[in-house]
């Protein structure tokens, strides 16, 4: 059996993340909720659909009493509505009731929009997350945030949904293609960032083994990453307060994935926004100037872009004004006050915004 952390919320137990090298431990998990009555449908996307999907259709068949499944298009362009109306279509259509299960196997995008039609469809039935990428195994499959993009403004229309579990395959990152890989460190840095600086600098020492995906540093950096988001998740579940820091980067992060009309990585936007947000924490005096430079290397090691072009800095920051962070006309943005410390901070001003995505505008 492999690693298991238990999440909870509200001082309840929620749902288990267990991590495993194979898919087969799935059938020992779902045997575990008696599902031998329900329907289970496998919401995934066309790429992953080609690896993976009839692997997990055969393991979740043994499980329940009817296994379908529903294929849509990857990319983020199809986190939408008219995705979700689809699969709205098929369950209906297989009249799917309130017991009965949808799971995604994919990667943010797909957990994103199966989580979304899975808490609205009926009002709210189960899911469970079988994240395939490093982007969704370290962040997206946990804590329940789901969601879509409308007219391209980033999940715009969501929920919080827990899954009932988030079962993770860690060697289907052997497949990830270089660019989602190098996409999924963004939100790795960032977990180092905000919250824990010796995982920050371990990161660096053990740049090589993860680039060459050695399947043991994964499984290490990736159980590390869940700690760190599960603790923040488990305080404040619905981002009432500092769950807001897992959104490092976000802010002009999310304006740049809008305005490069998703040419770039969701992890490659967050890497360049926490550039602008160190540079902001260093222009306030909180961070030592040679951090920034500690950044491009560790985000170079990775292969993560540092600089963007064709966008203006004008635009970026009026953007950031359509961002779910708005409290009254003023930004919660995240800043850092020391490498591994991050803070919410209401006052940062259009002008240093401005002034901290210079290092990124090439
Ligand atoms: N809910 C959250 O808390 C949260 C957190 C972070 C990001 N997100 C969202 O996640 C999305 C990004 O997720 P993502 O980076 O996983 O993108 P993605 O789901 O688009 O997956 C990236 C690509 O990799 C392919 N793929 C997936 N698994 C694979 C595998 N094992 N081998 C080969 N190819 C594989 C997919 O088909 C896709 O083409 C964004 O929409 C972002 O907003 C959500
Ligand atoms: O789980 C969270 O909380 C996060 O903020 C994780 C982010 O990495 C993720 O991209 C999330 O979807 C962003 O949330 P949003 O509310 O800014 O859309
Ligand atoms: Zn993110």
Redesign the pocket.
């Known amino acids: 059996m492999g690693d298991r952390i238990p999440v909870h919320m509200n001082g309840d137990f929620q749902y288990d993340i267990v991590m495993e090298m194979t898919f087969d431990g799935l059938e020992r998990e779902l045997h575990e909720f008696g599902l031998q009555g329900r329907r289970i449908c496998i919401v995934t996307?066309s790429?992953?659909a080609a690896?993976y999907l009839n692997e997990v259709e055969a393991v979740v068949s043994r499980c329940c009493r009817e296994t379908s499944h529903f294929i849509f298009p990857?990319?983020?362009e199809n986190?939408n509505l008219d995705t979700v109306r689809s699969l709205y279509e098929v369950l209906i259509k297989r009249q799917f009731d309130r017991y009965d299960v949808l799971l995604a196997l994919?990667?943010?995008?797909?957990?994103?929009l199966c989580g979304f039609a899975a808490a609205t469809y009926l009002r709210g039935i189960s899911f469970i997350q079988v994240p395939?990428?490093l982007?969704?195994q370290v962040?997206?499959s946990i804590?329940g945030?789901?969601g879509v993009d409308f007219d391209a403004y980033?999940?715009m229309v969501g929920a919080f949904h827990m899954p009932k579990l988030v079962y993770t395959n860690i060697s289907?990152?052997k497949?990830?293609?270089p660019e989602?890989f190098s996409?999924?460190m963004g939100?790795v840095i960032k977990h180092g960032l905000i919250r824990d600086a010796s995982y920050y600098h371990w990161l660096k020492d053990h740049a090589s083994m993860i680039h060459a995906r050695d399947l043991e540093h994964l499984k290490e950096m990736v159980k590390i990453s869940n700690h760190i988001k599960r603790e923040v998740v488990e305080k404040d579940p619905t981002e009432q307060g500092d769950r807001a820091l897992l959104n490092l980067g976000h802010t002009l992060g999310h304006a740049i994935e809008k305005l490069a009309d998703f040419r770039l990585?969701?992890?490659h936007c967050v890497g360049l926004g926490c550039i602008a947000a160190m540079a902001i924490s260093i222009h306030r005096g909180l961070v030592q100037e040679e951090e920034l430079t500690r950044l491009y290397e560790l985000m170079r090691d990775f292969d993560m872009p540092v600089t963007v072009s064709g966008l203006s800095s004008h635009d970026i920051v009026s953007l950031t004004k359509n961002d779910k962070k708005m409290d009254s006309g003023a930004i919660r943005f995240i800043l850092l006050e020391q490498i591994g410390k991050a803070y919410v901070d209401k006052t940062v001003t259009e002008a240093e915004m401005s002034k901290g995505l210079i290092p990124i505008l090439a």
Request: aromatic share 0%.
């Open positions: 996307d790429n992953v690896l990857a990319g983020e986190k994919g990667g943010g995008v797909v957990g994103d395939t990428t982007l969704s962040d997206s804590g945030k789901t980033k999940n289907a990152l497949t990830l293609s989602q996409s999924g939100e990585l969701h992890g």
